[in-house]
């Protein structure tokens, strides 16, 4: 058992290039997350999924898009990357139903944009 | 909107102390409360996750309390090892299946 795995770890990009961070999880699991995690703001919500084909958007969506065409992957993609997306990206998954939703989390994803 | 708050933000304690963490949030309506802890360049561990019926969880030598109604939360860890220094964080579920929101952390250091 995986559990949920992030690909790439660490990614450096250019102002403008695009790329898409892919999440997978071995849990069947329903609920999807994206956060992205920056010094002094903490995690915050970029989109979620609650099923496969279905997304939603967090706290912070704008420069990001995602896609759950398989239950199990939940793709985060950035067309247009910006210096202000330099962060660390963190993929998280949980069950939809019974309590308690513990969520569980990937190893993140470092990126870069310069 | 749910603000979840962390103090301190760091602390820096001797090996054996006991020691309190804390975690406070505004609004009292919340699903359950779950505690992670992030070690530096690392992902999320989870610790402990409490529903808002409790009033406690416990694993080992942690034991995590909550007062839903004074919105807050306090993560105590007996007899600190330096293993244990790394950034904690408390994150609030407002609805069944909704998405955690997250406090700043309180980054621990324990010396030997």
């Known amino acids: 058992n995986a559990g949920v795995t992030q690909t790439p770890k660490f990614r450096v990009l250019k102002t403008g290039q695009s790329m898409t961070l892919l999440c997978a999880q071995d849990?069947?699991?329903?609920?999807m997350y994206w956060y992205r995690q920056d010094p002094g703001m903490g995690l915050r919500l970029i989109h979620y999924s609650v099923g496969e084909g279905t997304t939603a958007k967090g706290e912070v969506p704008d420069g990001y898009n995602v896609s759950r065409l398989k239950k199990q992957n939940f793709l985060l993609g950035l067309e247009s990357a910006a210096p202000s997306q330099t962060s660390v990206y963190f993929c998280?998954?949980?069950?939809?139903?019974?309590?308690?939703?513990?969520?569980?989390f990937g190893p993140g994803t470092r990126l870069t944009v310069t | 909107k749910q603000e979840v708050t962390q103090i301190p933000a760091a602390l820096s304690v001797p090996e054996g102390e006991n020691l309190v963490l804390n975690c406070s949030f505004t609004d009292s309506a919340i699903y359950n409360l779950q505690w992670f802890r992030q070690d530096p360049g690392k992902g999320l561990t989870s610790l402990l996750l409490i529903q808002s019926s409790q009033r406690e969880q416990t694993s080992g030598r942690l034991n995590a309390s909550l007062d839903k109604s004074s919105g807050r939360s306090t993560l105590y860890i007996a007899a600190s090892q330096p293993g244990d220094s790394a950034t904690y964080l408390c994150a609030v579920r407002r609805q069944a299946g909704t998405a955690l929101i997250f406090g700043k952390g309180t980054t621990l250091s324990v010396s030997s």
């Open positions: 998280a998954s949980s069950y939809l139903q019974g309590s308690p939703y513990e969520q569980y």
């Open positions: 849990m069947n699991h329903e609920y």
